[in-house]
């Protein structure tokens, strides 16, 4: 399996496999732009609903939403069962970190900071990712890849750069947003150096209610009893099937379908399609250091997922 933006995508070395990765199909296209929407337009839409929800709680109904509607569809198509054993601790790893780590931090980020900026900086995950990864496993790191580090931490600057003059909330906000990008990348590592025996979608439900399981305390004690509006839930309605059920599903499919280069390229559009997406629903503003910021960053995560690539 490989990794796509931190989700597991089993790889196929048949020649059928390679033909449909090479020919993609137009639908095939579509389900990728509509992944890169879904997830764009998630970020707004988050915005709203933690404003509505406290976000702990907001993750914990995300991913429980989630994983009873992946469970629903692996019984129906007949393959539902227990994660074999190999793969439980990538499991609650990828629970753990990738899931309810990264949705806790964000979800509180985003009751301070603008959705369009954290999007940005929540995404620049392949940036950590280089260096974790030559550190864990041995990969190189060559000057391509130490100049996308660099220029990637450079534009992460550059967008935080307006909380610099007054320490608070929102240096703490983009803290837990680098805590978030951390987190995903230590899971994507994982899965690079682990031999999956199970399809990425059968272990998705389970990772999503590990999870909730985690979420579930930590909301409670820290946030008491969950306050429910009209309009916190109907962002649930978007975020937990849509973004979170379907969205798992076409990332597993859109990765059987392209090279990982052109999905890694793809996705890397979302934090740019989510900022203007923020822009026209909650009138973000977007000013020169954030466009240079973004610049940045995507150029840095450009040069680390090549090389890496290569490699």
Not at 74 to 90: I, K, Q
Not at 191 to 215: D, K
Request: some cysteine; charged content about 10%.
């Amino acid at each position: 399996m490989s990794s796509t933006c931190g989700h597991q995508v089993k790889n196929s070395s048949s020649p059928a496999a390679s033909a449909r990765v090479a020919n993609p199909r137009p639908r095939d296209w579509l389900l990728l732009l509509s992944l890169v929407l879904i997830w764009a337009v998630s970020w707004p839409v988050i915005k709203i609903g933690v404003g509505q929800i406290p976000p702990i709680w907001y993750g914990c109904f995300r991913y429980a939403i989630a994983a009873l509607i992946l469970f629903g569809v692996l019984l129906a198509r007949g393959e539902l069962a227990l994660p074999p054993p190999a793969d439980v601790p990538v499991v609650v790893i990828s629970g753990a970190l990738q899931m309810a780590a990264y949705s806790a931090l964000t979800g509180l980020a985003l009751t301070i900071l603008p959705p369009g900026r954290a999007s940005v900086l929540a995404f620049s995950t392949p940036i950590v990712v280089a260096p974790l990864a030559a550190w864990r496993l041995g990969e190189d790191l060559g000057p391509k890849t130490v100049a996308g580090v660099l220029i990637g931490c450079a534009g992460t600057a550059v967008i935080a750069s307006p909380s610099f003059a007054v320490i608070g909330r929102q240096t703490l906000a983009y803290g837990m947003l680098m805590g978030a990008a951390t987190a995903w990348a230590v899971t994507i590592v994982t899965v690079r150096g682990h031999r999956f025996t199970s399809s990425a979608l059968s272990l998705a439900p389970w990772q999503m209610l590990i999870a909730a399981i985690l979420l579930l305390p930590i909301a409670i004690s820290a946030e008491g009893a969950p306050a429910m509006s009209p309009l916190g839930a109907a962002t649930l309605v978007y975020v937990a099937p849509v973004a979170t059920a379907f969205a798992y599903w076409a990332v597993v499919e859109a990765g059987r379908r392209f090279a990982a280069s052109t999905m890694s390229m793809a996705l890397l559009a979302t934090p740019s399609v989510g900022l203007l997406i923020s822009a026209w629903m909650l009138n973000e503003q977007i000013n020169a250091s954030l466009l240079a910021g973004v610049a940045l960053t995507a150029t840095g995560i450009r040069l680390t997922i090549a090389t890496t690539r290569q490699g």
